[in-house]
Nanobody, 112 residues
Framework: EAQLVESGGGMVQPGGSLRLSCVASGFTFSSFTMRWYRQAPGKERDLVATISSVGGSTAYADSVKGRFTISRDKNTMFLQMNSLKPEDTAVYYC???????RGQGTQVTVSS
């Protein structure tokens, strides 16, 4: 059974940093393009970043370009988030592209 477990969220002040992790199990992680999504209260889910199956290609939403970095290693995907803004506040989820697999999410709150 495929499983994704996100962690690393928390509360930070504007300008701060967090590093999210997504640990995958139950499927061949290296075969899948992986994605980070986020959903703020009352808003639709947004795609934040994508990384190809071998990690050689990445893509970002315009709102996070230059601040967030997606990466992957073995069975884990990461999202390094720098220069955080209040509008980054959301629950962040990881997902294997083309599947409905996702974790429980990790809350990120950016507030002074």
């Amino acid at each position: 059974e495929a499983q994704l477990v996100e962690s690393g969220g928390g509360m930070v002040q504007p300008g701060g940093s967090l590093r999210l992790s997504c640990v995958a199990s139950g499927f061949t992680f290296s075969s899948f393009t992986m994605r980070w999504y986020r959903q703020a209260p009352g808003k639709e889910r947004d795609l934040v970043a994508t990384i190809s199956s071998v990690g050689g290609s990445t893509a970002y939403a315009d709102s996070v370009k230059g601040r967030f970095t997606i990466s992957r290693d073995k069975n884990t995907m990461f999202l390094q988030m720098n220069s955080l803004k209040p509008e980054d506040t959301a629950v962040y989820y990881c997902n294997a592209a083309g599947t409905g697999w996702r974790g429980q999410g990790t809350q990120v709150t950016v507030s002074s």
